[in-house]
């Protein structure tokens, strides 16, 4: 921002590398199949997220608990998610209901509670609200921020990817 430092841009201590672009879709299995088939991505580690793994969740401020499927990979480096809801309010249902499958977010994640804190920080500053977040297991915290007017997307960080976690199962 450029309030009290002579016009000068002042960029986040910490650059935000993009770890991961997430799709929600309606259908995890039908769209495990059609990534595989069609961009030859995978293999998918496929996690089923539901309490007691996922904790501790807030959708708009409201405590409240939901469900969702999560299938990783990995594309030249790059994170790669597909998300599908299952039940409770989620950003992820509002966004299917809004505006079919698709990119819902873009994950700068942070490994460590120090840095995932510093970015709440950030974003909070520039008046950009968290829209859901959560816990999964005792290692990592999620979060969704409403980047709003400044860069027009919705933002995931944390402390971590599901890197330490066994998947569901693996496709194929």
């Known amino acids: 921002m450029a309030s009290g430092n002579g016009g000068r841009i002042v960029p986040p201590a910490v650059p935000m590398t993009i770890t991961q672009i997430a799709v929600v879709v309606a259908d995890i299995k039908s769209a495990l199949r059609s990534y595989t088939e069609n961009l030859g991505w995978g293999p998918w580690s496929v996690f089923e997220y539901a309490p007691p793994l996922l904790h501790d969740t807030v959708v708009r401020g409201e405590p409240c608990e939901f469900r969702m499927i999560g299938a990783e990979t990995?594309?030249?480096?790059?994170?790669?998610?597909?998300?599908?809801?299952?039940?409770?309010?989620?950003?992820?249902?509002?966004?299917?209901?809004?505006?079919?499958?698709?990119?819902?977010?873009?994950?700068?994640?942070?490994?460590?509670?120090?840095?995932?804190?510093?970015?709440?920080?950030?974003?909070?500053?520039?008046?950009?609200?968290?829209?859901?977040?959560?816990?999964?297991?005792?290692?990592?915290?999620?979060?969704?921020?409403?980047?709003?007017?400044?860069?027009?997307?919705?933002?995931?960080?944390?402390?971590?990817?599901?890197?330490?976690?066994?998947?569901?199962?693996?496709?194929?």
């Open 74 to 172: 990995t594309v030249d480096g790059l994170g790669f998610e597909l998300i599908q809801p299952v039940s409770g309010p989620s950003i992820y249902q509002e966004f299917l209901d809004t505006h079919g499958e698709g990119v819902q977010h873009i994950a700068c994640m942070k490994h460590s509670a120090e840095d995932s804190e510093a970015l709440k920080k950030h974003w909070s500053e520039r008046g950009a609200e968290i829209l859901m977040g959560g816990r999964i297991g005792e290692s990592i915290e999620f979060y969704y921020v409403d980047t709003g007017p400044l860069v027009k997307f919705v933002l995931e960080s944390g402390s971590g990817h599901a890197i330490d976690l066994e998947p569901t199962y693996v496709y194929p």
